[in-house]
């Protein structure tokens, strides 16, 4: 009776081990949880107009505060392709030109991302600041630059 | 909320999910032992 | 099995006072991080729940193999304790990320591969603690929730991989990585002290939900006795 029941056992074991690699390889070819650029740009015309969600690297001198209309315009890359960003609002502390993120939003047919949300990406690193006061003063003049042009009520 | 507000909600759930987790086992354990010694008791008065 | 008094009171002593060193490294001594500032410190309670919760259900599904093996209500008894405990720590895991996650990514809530897998991970053993309790018999509890706790189990290397496997918004694992930890060595300190904290935590709940469980046999065997009896 014993036998048995350990035969089942490994039996069991085996097809659950098939189970999660046929899951496995399912998943790893449609969980698409973000495009990059430059598979929006290829796939292009097949995604416009759908809801997406886009993530890459904040392009170096591409954030654009507009205070009149609350308009933050960037450009995400994958250091191949760029996609062009617009979204009405503020995004989170951590989002910089340099650093990673992820937009929600829509491809719009005029060639851009209609965002609806920003979620800025951090990496798996962790380090004390190396001066805790520099790092202090370079968050204050990021945030007092986009501050500046923000509406005073 | 700033940094420190964030980080003393994080705390402050942790905190009462285990100590409300360890004082509710506390209280099972309590009852549960009390309904064995009334088993038990119960038991002896219908043997004698 | 039954343990003296004295140790489960000396293990839940051990591990609150390492709890609270844990607390005072995670909160005053370790550093701040160079890109997240003050709020990474959230860490020290996120990883070391999962990572305790983890262990739990390893347990369970061990406790759940053997009672599948021996048919003794005794693993049965581990399985289901242990269970009990990884859930609570799950759920301080998905609290403690939301948190962290408002307050750095923007969002309490996303659904990538990492934050999706850990909801259903809270969810099946949920599931676990609720089908055990409809089931009227007590080895009809332990043998369906044996399966379900076993197949379950698949979910944890699953999300270890996950952020490893696909896009997530979530980042890599810090420490089990090529080429390894990516973590001062005082934060990585900080997190070592608060985990064997927390394990301790576990081990002192496990053995004191063990005996909740036992007593619990043994009041049904004594209602069934008696039942046969009169």
Redesign the interface.
Known sequence: MKGKRAKYLVAGVIILGALAGLVYSGMKESMVYFYTPSELTEKGEALRDKALRVGGMVEQGSVRWDAQQLLLTFALTDGRSTVPVRHRGTAPDLFKEGAGAVVEGIWAPEGYLRSSTIMAKHSEEYKAPKNPETLEAKKSLFKSLLKEEKPKP | ?G??G??A???G??TI??AG??IL??R??RE??E??TA??RE?ERKRR | MDHPSWLGRALGALAGLVLFVG?YLG?VLAPPDAVQ???Q??MY??VP?IVTAYLAFTVTCVASVLYLWKRELAYDAVAVSSAE?GV?LT??TL??GC??G??TWGVWWTWDARLTLTAILFTIYVGYLMLRAFAEEPQAAARYGAVLAILGFLDIPMNHMAVQWWRTLHQPSSILRPGGPSMDPVMLGTLVVNLAGLVL?YTY?LL??I??ER??H??VA??LQ?GRRG
């Open positions: 909320m940094s420190w964030f980080i909600l994080a705390y759930v942790a999910a285990l987790y360890l086992l506390g099972r354990l549960a032992g309904e064995l088993l038990e038991g | 607390m909160l500032g003050q709020v410190r959230i309670l996120h729940s405990i609570v759920g301080i609290a403690t948190i962290w408002k307050a935590l709940l004191k939900r005996r909740l007593t619990r043994r009041a004594l209602r008696r």
